[in-house]
């Protein structure tokens, strides 16, 4: 019997049996070290786990053992207590142990990831940041990216926000009045290196009891970490004033320039902590050091004995697939998953590992003929296109070929990201830079433009949008409004001889726009009628929308079920005649193979384009992948009305919607229709599933 459901998730048995602990004489990427306030031990995190070290180096004892992820230490002030970050119960709660070893209580409970930074200096309380909510009168923008600061006892209890400005790597003043912390005003990965804008760290103190604060440093790029000397009147810290992150030195009145103590270059410096006794404690390159007043650094000698936890056979969840594509004959499938491509049997499951990289691919397609694959991937500095070839003229498949072959496409300097074949196989288009729309031309090796850069504006990885017509002479294109920030579907020449037209113009985000119906049909999402939130950020309920290429199309499309049934019956009645003159003519079946090599032209009629507008869902939702058949009768689409995304399906004719198949995914996908529109094909929380499109089977 053939298998109707394509399951694509990788699990990994792993044979554990018992075995002795392995030692680790030159452990790499130990993270998170902190200092003991009598600067004798160091806690650090290694593999998700806490270990505590000798600051002369030797064995480190683990201070935690078990699946979860734990880091951040934080010493109490006497020594006897670490506070640390621990996501056992799901997310990121602070909890507290004997620094010495010993059960671990928790603090926090909230379902916001709350990360320690400090102890109050009389040792009853841990302070940590968390995104939860801004006070009442915070002005400050809404996001969980800026989060604010609170306090927990020790002895548990609820916790108290007592500064609402986002203050991260926070460090008391003995008085318990004043802290010391680096800032955060805007949205930036924490492990960029040579960052330099507008919304770099600066380090500033706070007097809580006169609602005061002070800016201590104003250098463009990154200054962060700060940590006080026992007489609180200098302060270390991390900056990158040097190109890279080491460590400086100031008074804290700013009475003279910061003072660089550390020469380390190529690789930043990170996680500075500071004994009473003045000893610093750092990590560089994976390993720890420690640097004494007037000393040079010197690392710490680390040994970790590894207990390889569990014996027997443990089925382990390694991944999801994040991408696929569905091959021109729906017989196979590429996927990529952890950045690798591998090929699918839809009917048997049989897969093929396409390629094994140190980099990662991505935005995966096929040829037209099936026989190449085509990716993004990282590689020689840059992200570049490639493919995989069938090598045997006999092969028709990726899942079961003997041999196929990878070569290079395009490979620049240049990042350049989603690449799609041209309907005749001749041309690939691809967005170089996150910005620009550019089409190379296989035979001649030849470059154009189709929709320049500053049309698009890129804030996050894969955020461009474009799609090839049937015909090849046609791209449509997701775009920036020159006049306020939001996005428009556009139509641009493939020879990238005009300026994109505006198809929507309409100020609501307009996105992910294709072609559908035999490119009669124009599809894509907008925000314009569901719940949406006015600013330019925040989340929005889509619609999908339909923009018809001619008004034949449009008056088709318009007509009542009775209208649409009688036009089909005369259409049979024309395609009976059709086929009887070709017979009278010739052989009919050269005549269907001429046919099916022809790419026909499709037809635009600009005038009145724009009014040809349908707007295709019953109801707002937040959508994810919308397909429309090709005799443009249903529409299928991935919705979540409540709290998991489904797959739906709109008879287009009687304006009915039904649930097409149960997906119960809490994240959005993505939908492939496959050839003659029989079957849909869905990626929901990771993996690949073929839909009946008529009868909803899986």
């Not at 463009?220 to 040097?242: A, C, Q, T």
Request: aromatic share 12%; net charge positive; hydrophobic share 35%.
């Amino acid at each position: 019997m053939k298998k109707s459901v394509l399951f694509f998730v990788f699990a990994i048995v792993v044979l554990c049996v018992a075995r002795p602990a392995v030692a680790t004489n030159a452990p790499l990427w130990m993270r998170y070290p902190a200092i003991s306030p009598d600067g004798t031990a160091i806690v650090f995190s290694f593999r998700g786990n806490l270990y505590r070290v000798n600051t002369k180096g030797g064995a480190a004892v683990p201070l935690t053992l078990g699946a979860s992820h734990d880091f951040m230490p934080v010493w109490s002030p006497d020594g006897k207590t670490i506070a640390f970050a621990s996501d056992r119960h799901g997310n990121y709660d602070v909890f507290i142990m004997p620094s010495d070893g010993g059960p671990a209580s928790r603090l926090t409970y909230h379902s916001a990831a709350d990360f320690p930074s400090d102890f109050t200096p009389d040792g009853k309380a841990v302070i940590f940041s968390s995104s939860r909510v801004d006070a009442p009168d915070s002005r400050l923008f809404p996001t969980s990216r800026l989060p604010e600061l609170y306090r927990v006892s020790v002895t548990g209890g609820t916790p108290k926000q007592f500064l609402t400005i986002p203050a991260e790597k926070t460090r008391f003043f003995r008085d318990g009045n004043r802290i010391i912390y680096q800032d955060k005003t805007g949205i930036e990965d924490q492990w960029r290196k040579h960052h330099i804008s507008s919304v770099a760290h600066d380090l500033w103190v706070a007097d809580l009891s006169k609602n005061a604060f002070r800016r201590l440093t104003t250098f463009p790029g990154e200054d962060r970490n700060p940590m006080l000397s026992k007489d609180e009147k200098i302060v270390y810290f991390l900056s990158e004033r040097s190109g890279t992150f080491n460590v400086y030195r100031m008074p804290l009145d700013a009475s003279a320039k910061p003072v660089q103590l550390t020469k380390f270059t190529g690789d930043p410096v990170r996680f500075l902590t500071k004994a009473d006794s003045g000893t610093l404690c750092f990590g560089f390159k994976g390993e720890i050091y420690t640097m004494r007043p007037g000393q040079r650094a010197k690392k710490v000698t680390i040994r970790i004995q590894e207990d390889p936890a569990g014996t027997g056979d443990d089925l382990l969840n390694v991944g999801r697939a994040t991408d696929f594509a569905v091959s021109p004959s729906g017989k196979e499938i590429a996927i990529v998953f952890r950045g690798d491509v591998f090929a699918v049997s839809v009917e048997s499951g049989s897969t093929r590992q396409l390629t094994r990289t140190a980099g990662a691919e991505r935005d995966v397609t096929f040829s037209p003929d099936g026989k190449a694959i085509l990716y993004a991937s990282e590689r020689k500095g840059s992200v570049n296109i490639y493919q995989s070839k069938l090598d045997q003229p006999d092969e028709k498949y990726f899942f079961n070929a003997t041999l196929f072959d990878e070569s290079p496409v395009l490979e620049t300097t240049k990042d350049s990201y989603m690449p799609r074949f041209s309907p005749d196989g001749k041309e690939v288009a691809f967005i170089e830079a996150k910005t620009t729309l550019k089409v190379l031309n296989l035979a001649s090796g030849k470059v154009r433009t189709v929709l320049p850069g500053r049309y698009n504006f890129s804030y996050t990885d894969g955020d461009q949008w474009y799609d090839w017509s049937p015909d090849g002479k046609w791209l449509l294109v997701q775009y920036q409004n020159d006049t306020y920030f939001s996005t428009e579907m556009g139509l641009v020449p493939a020879d990238g001889s005009k300026a994109p037209v505006n198809l929507t113009n309409s100020g609501f985000e307009d996105m992910q726009p294709i072609w559908m119906a035999k490119g009669s049909m124009m599809l894509w999402f907008s925000n314009r009628d569901g719940l949406h939130s006015l600013a330019s950020t925040g989340s929005s309920q889509l619609d999908v929308y339909a923009l018809f290429a001619t008004k034949k199309a449009y008056d088709r499309f318009k007509l009542s079920k009775e209208e649409f049934e009688l036009v089909k019956e005369a259409e049979k009645e024309a395609e009976k005649t059709k086929k009887s003159e070709k017979k009278k003519k010739g052989d009919k079946n050269e005549a269907k193979k001429k046919e099916k090599k022809e790419i026909k032209p499709i037809s635009i009629d600009f005038n009145g384009l724009t009014e040809r507008k349908v707007r295709l869902t019953e109801q707002s939702a937040f959508l994810s992948g919308a397909v429309v058949t090709p005799d443009a009768a249903k529409l299928i689409f991935m919705a979540k009305y409540e709290k998991k995304y489904n797959l739906y399906v709109t008879n287009l004719r009687e304006h009915k919607t039904k649930v097409l198949a149960q997906l119960g995914s809490l994240t959005g996908g993505d939908l492939r229709l496959g050839p003659k529109g029989k079957y849909v094909f869905v990626l929901a929380s990771g993996r690949v599933t073929r839909v009946d499109v008529n009868y909803g089977k899986t």
